[in-house]
């Protein structure tokens, strides 16, 4: 079957096999291979996107379902070389180790704080209880976003 | 047929479900809804979990619906998955199959020839079985609203966003000093969501009080029919069993008052 999907602004048009996994879908467009395909069960998070703004995990929506909407990956972060203030803020507080969650946990903290520009500690914890770091650095991953929390609340609002 | 597939897609992945066509009805956004119609809140087959925790109306009426969406998966996947899909899988340990049977939904099912109506007790058929027939669709949740409603929802996981080793959801309606009528179903402790009517009926015209909490709890643990699993063995489950409903109990009757006060 036929399908366009939208990541990142732009239209993906491929076909594919009813069957394919939208983790999949994105990993195989040249360039976007940023999502993470973790344990295929929809409990790590790594292949968290964002779906018309909320994120989801792309190892459990089908690439067909997505069709007509709007997907948003990690690569679309950064913007003319400036990082995204979560991005800046695991820089800084030592938000990775490995790196394999931390597409996922971007995203996640990109969708939290859009809804949320100033969460505590707990509402953090809360947002990325989907996803799972076996580097176990959940303090310094929480500690980065209210990192990115404050700078973005300093700085102008983002469009 | 495909909603939030957060159940359908992992057991396809694990070769439990091998369809041949799958239908997506994520474009279907006229069944997202959670409204107050005719004395009764109707919730919309694809409302996704995340809109029920959030919901104002849920929480003033029912706020076992919340209780139980804070323990349901995590926010990602709740942000996908839908009511409609939780309990068309019929899945014992789900959680809100429990919510709906205590508060005595009704569920709307819609095929060719129209829609029926089907409550709670008689949609569920066995383990991962319901009355809908093929060709059928479930549309609509329906929860009467009465008077004096208190609910909660209590549930012991091995870890956050687990399915529930135990699970009890509890509702009831008080009338002066009385419990006019309560509503008790459990997760996770038999071949399908449990309905402790036994219980149910020994509250019925009673006083709330600890010692009715606890012997109505005695009556749900000797009642349910728990297997043991990697999640515990059977005389523990038991023990849940009777704990949450006193915890469940307790908490609706609390909110029960608050609401009356």
Redesign the interface.
């Known amino acids: 079957m036929q399908v366009t999907i939208s990541i990142n602004g732009e239209p993906i048009i491929r076909e594919i096999e009813?069957?394919l996994?939208l983790v999949h879908f994105i990993r195989d467009t040249p360039g976007l291979t940023g999502t993470h395909w973790g344990c295929?069960?929809?409990n790590c998070?790594a292949c968290?996107v964002q779906m018309d703004g909320?994120?989801?995990?792309s190892c459990?929506?089908?690439a067909?379902?997505a069709e007509g909407h709007e997907i948003r990956t990690v690569e679309s972060l950064e913007v003319d070389g400036v990082l995204d203030p979560v991005q800046q803020g695991f820089h800084e507080e030592h938000g990775l180790q490995c790196g394999f969650c931390t597409p996922g946990m971007l995203m996640?903290a990109r969708a939290l704080l859009d809804a949320n520009p100033n969460p505590s500690e707990e509402e953090i914890r809360?947002?990325i209880?989907?996803?799972i770091c076996r580097c176990t650095g959940y303090s310094n991953i929480v500690r980065a976003i209210r990192w990115a929390a404050e700078h973005e609340s300093a700085a102008a609002p983002r469009s | 047929m495909?909603a939030g597939?957060?159940s359908l897609?992992?057991m396809?992945?694990l070769r439990l479900a091998n369809p041949e066509l799958?239908v997506?009805i994520?474009d279907l956004e006229h069944l997202g809804y959670i409204r107050e119609q005719d004395g009764q809140v109707r919730i919309g087959a694809l409302t996704r979990h995340?809109e029920l925790l959030e919901s104002e109306l849920l929480g003033r009426h029912f706020p076992v619906f919340a209780d139980a969406e804070r323990v349901i998966?995590?926010?990602?996947?709740r942000?996908?998955g839908t009511i409609g899909g939780s309990l068309a899988q019929a899945d014992a340990a789900e959680d809100l199959s429990a919510v709906c049977s205590a508060l005595r939904a009704e569920v709307v099912i819609a095929g060719s020839g129209g829609e029926r109506v089907v409550s709670m007790e008689d949609f569920h058929v066995g383990p991962y079985t319901t009355a809908i027939q093929d060709a059928e669709l479930l549309i609509e949740i329906r929860i009467p609203v009465r008077a004096g409603a208190g609910s909660a929802h209590e549930k012991v996981e091995r870890r956050?966003?687990d399915w529930a080793i135990v699970a009890v959801s509890g509702a009831l309606w008080l009338n002066g000093g009385t419990i006019a009528d309560a509503g008790l179903a459990l997760s996770a402790v038999g071949p399908t969501t449990i309905h402790a009517t036994r219980a149910e009926d020994h509250l019925r015209g009673k006083a709330p009080s600890e010692e009715l909490f606890a012997e109505a709890g005695a009556i749900a643990a000797e009642d349910c029919r728990p297997t043991a699993d990697g999640r515990g063995p059977v005389d523990y489950k038991r023990h849940l069993a009777g704990e949450l409903t006193r915890r469940a109990l307790r908490r609706a009757t609390e909110r029960a008052r608050g609401q009356e006060g």
């Open positions: 009813p069957a996994l295929d069960t929809s998070g968290v909320l994120p989801v995990k459990t929506v089908l067909a379902m996640t809360t947002a209880s989907g996803a | 495909i597939g957060h897609l992992p396809m992945k799958l997506d994520n995340y998966a995590d926010p990602v996947v942000n996908r956050a966003g």
